[in-house]
T-cell receptor, first 113, second 115 residues
């Protein structure tokens, strides 16, 4: 079956530090890949996506590149802010045509001033 | 404002007492789905619906029912809740077109406790 593996958290950084959250996946076919962000007490919000190999998704200073050769979709940001503190979920969808997405377990990010 | 609205936000109930969690969206989206979020497990899909009167099982459908009688509403029904259904539940609808490639917009969640 499909699976998404994210690095364990929490990830703790100082403001303006560089962020990387690793995500690797196992899937059949050619899924689309997503990053979602969840702020405390809220639902998930789509942060960025990529639908085919070598695509780069970007939004709000975050970016991730769909790497089929390494089955990865790592999330990066050059300079984090306190307001980026949240839980980040990597997900895949559309594998084998399925409408059932697969989510990672989430990575908590804590940014200190 | 485009929204997915769930009610209630918090619910405590007793084992075996039927309950319904409501979900509505104001974006005329065809695709809607329900998820549960448990610590260390991420989100798992319970049921999804591709249009009115069209529903299908997700990864963890046991103990749940859904209905889609009109496009905007997609209630989640627990006929006989049990403590292992204590969880945080999210309703979602497709952001645009095929959700497999465009992603989802989520409601704010319903925290259910079954005692």
């Amino acid at each position: 079956g499909n699976s998404v593996t994210q690095m364990e958290g929490p990830v703790t950084l100082s403001e303006e530090a560089f962020l990387t959250i690793n995500c690797t996946y196992t899937a059949t076919g050619y899924p689309s890949l997503f990053w979602y962000v969840q702020y405390p007490g809220e639902g998930l919000q789509l942060l960025l996506k990529a639908t085919k190999a070598d695509d780069k998704g970007s939004n709000k200073g975050f970016e991730a590149t769909y790497r089929k050769e390494t089955t990865s979709f790592h999330l990066e940001k050059g300079s984090v802010q306190v307001s980026d503190s949240a839980v980040y979920f990597c997900a895949l969808s559309g594998s084998g045509g399925s409408y059932i997405p697969t989510f990672g377990r989430g990575t908590s990010l804590i940014v200190h001033p | 404002e485009a929204q997915v609205t769930q009610n209630p936000r918090y619910l405590i109930t007793v084992t075996g007492k039927k309950l319904t969690v409501t979900c509505s969206q104001n974006m005329n989206h065809e695709y809607m789905s329900w998820y549960r979020q448990d610590p260390g497990l991420g989100l798992r899909q319970i049921y999804y619906s591709m249009n009115v009167e069209v529903t299908d099982k997700g990864d963890v459908p046991e103990g749940y029912k859904v209905s889609r009688k009109e496009k905007r509403n997609f209630p989640l029904i627990l006929e006989s809740p049990s403590p292992n259904q204590t969880s945080l539940y999210f309703c979602a609808s497709s952001l645009e077109g095929d959700p497999r490639h465009y992603g989802y917009t989520f409601g704010s969640g319903t925290r259910l406790t079954v005692v």
